[in-house]
Nanobody
Framework: QLQLVESGGGLVQPEGSLRLSCAVS????????IGWFRQAPGKEREQLLC???????????KYVDSVKGRFTISRDDAENTVYLQMNSLKPEDTGVYYCAASFDHCSGHYGSWGQGTQVTVSS
């Protein structure tokens, strides 16, 4: 069974950077699309970015305008890890960040989720 574990969250000042990691185990990462989601305080969870499986080309989908140009997603199948690089962080980026897996494509069902990692952007 696929298991996902996020790490790399923490407290950062505005305009700072963080890199989140999503470590995948249990199955071969290359067949899975991985999405990054965020749940801000008092708000519903939203999808930020997704990278499709390597077997389908590793294409990237972006879902919210607020992170375009600041957040990037990448994958390293050899390390079974997907990354979310976050630059120019803003206080409104505060929230719990989750990664989730969908077989092959970003448009599929996300059936496996990590436990989340907290990101707080504050001076």
């Amino acid at each position: 069974q696929l298991q996902l574990v996020e790490s790399g969250g923490g407290l950062v000042q505005p305009e700072g950077s963080l890199r989140l990691s999503c470590a995948v185990s249990g199955e071969t990462l290359q067949y899975y699309a991985i999405g990054w989601f965020r749940q801000a305080p008092g708000k519903e969870r939203e999808q930020l970015l997704c990278i499709s499986s390597s077997s389908s080309g590793g294409s990237i989908a972006k879902y919210v305008d607020s992170v375009k140009g600041r957040f990037t997603i990448s994958r390293d199948d050899a390390e079974n890890t997907v990354y979310l690089q976050m630059n120019s962080l803003k206080p409104e980026d505060t929230g719990v960040y989750y990664c989730a897996a969908s077989f092959d494509h970003c448009s599929g069902h996300y059936g496996s989720w990590g436990q989340g990692t907290q990101v707080t952007v504050s001076s």
